[in-house]
């Protein structure tokens, strides 16, 4: 029903989608396995799980002939297999025989994981299950492709074209090379279909570093967080090199004159012909041609970060109620965030775009870093 009446008369429209009464509901079966084992008196812990996942019946949407009257059909036949392992090192360096000694208790959690497509539905080779333009422009943009063998979290997007020694292709400003059309010359030659794999989102594997001491009253917990691979796309980093503002754009050419702002920049690589690019351009027309939003590679960064989570430094109050021994307060300064390290520029990696309520998945949009955080608990047990 349309919010705008004609003649006082609602009116109503049709579903572009077409209905299918003969949809199934996915399924899934999973088995697992693993095993819980102590040594030391329980100083040493190992705990492992293995699980894999397969579903089938998964229902997509594909397009259908506009001759139809619909624009698209939910169908069956995409499946899924999700296979990962979890595995939990705890140990106790210091164990005290005495109330009030010094205890330290630590762990190690490492978990990996990876889905793959296994089937789509009859006749198709790749579904385009999700995408993200930058406010709708369709040759920005990258996308979220399902193939079968291939691993879900796949990004397809633009990127540099190279020879067979992986150096840059620089336009002659004649012979078209990724596009319709040659680039301007002497700027790099890029794809613009979209399709060419950036990586994958996820990352290899997750590894956290748990950390507990206590001493008498005093309590210290203290939290690593690791995440190692998968990639992130930021259009933080695209707004600062195309506008100047990154350290990576300060270089204007060996030719520069700061009283009129001029200089050339002859790009490293090659030409179509395989020769050396030999070609200068003007700083501005380089570096708004390398940075190009139609090339994704340049703002594509590794997703890795390691963090301290979490430190919190506690204090234990006994006997504070009478007649009730095992009352007790416990007071804790507490920090989150406290350090970074990551080796992509200017961003979080944790801090994901959102559409909406939906993450976007690889991608940062203009994020605020993550808050470091400061503040205290008070508990009461009795």
Do not use: C
């Not at 006082?8 to 989608?17: D, E, H, Q, R």
């Not at 894999?52 to 619909?70: C, F, H, M, R, W």
């Amino acid at each position: 029903v349309s919010n705008t009446p004609f003649n006082g008369s609602p009116l109503t429209s049709g579903n572009a989608t077409l209905a299918n009464g003969n949809l199934k509901p996915s399924l899934s079966s999973m088995q697992e396995f693993g095993f819980d084992v102590r040594f030391m008196e329980n100083r040493i812990g190992l705990d492992f799980a293995y699980y894999n996942s397969d579903t089938k019946n998964e229902i997509v949407q594909l397009p259908v002939p506009a001759s139809s009257g619909y624009s698209a059909s939910f169908v069956n036949g995409g499946a899924i297999n999700s296979k990962g392992f979890e595995f939990i090192l705890s140990y106790s360096p210091l164990k005290s025989s005495s109330n009030g000694g010094l205890n330290w208790d630590m762990s190690f959690n490492f978990t990996h994981y990876v889905s793959t497509v296994t089937a789509l539905p009859q006749g198709v080779d790749s579904y385009n299950y999700f995408n993200v333009t930058q406010y709708g422009r369709t040759p920005r943009q990258i996308n979220y492709f399902a193939e079968v063998g291939q691993k879900l979290g796949n990004m397809y997007g633009n990127k540099f074209i190279r020879d067979s020694k992986g150096n840059i292709i620089y336009s002659d400003g004649v012979t078209p090379v990724g596009g319709a059309a040659a680039l301007p010359k002497g700027t790099p030659e890029y794809t613009q279909t979209n399709d060419q794999l950036l990586g994958n989102y996820n990352p290899n594997f997750i590894l956290t570093w748990s950390n507990t001491l206590r001493y008498k009253n005093f309590s210290f917990n203290m939290l690593w967080d690791w995440h190692h691979g998968g990639v992130i796309y930021s259009y933080t980093r695209l707004g600062l090199l195309l506008n100047g503002m990154s350290p990576e754009t300060l270089y204007r050419g060996s030719d520069y004159n700061p009283a009129t702002n001029t200089g050339t920049i002859v790009g490293k690589g090659v030409q179509p012909d395989g020769s050396p690019n030999t070609n200068a351009v003007p700083f501005y027309t380089y570096y708004n041609n390398y940075y190009s939003a139609i090339n994704h590679e340049p703002e594509l960064m590794d997703a890795s970060y390691l963090k301290l989570r979490e430190v919190r430094l506690g204090y234990t109050f006994h006997n504070v109620i009478k007649n009730n021994p095992s009352a007790s307060v416990n007071f804790s300064l507490i920090g989150r965030n406290m350090l970074l390290f990551a080796p992509a520029k200017d961003i979080d990696p944790e801090t994901l775009a959102l559409r909406g309520t939906n993450i976007l998945p690889g991608i940062e949009f203009n994020n605020l870093p993550s808050l470091r955080q400061y503040g205290f608990s008070l508990s009461l047990k009795y």
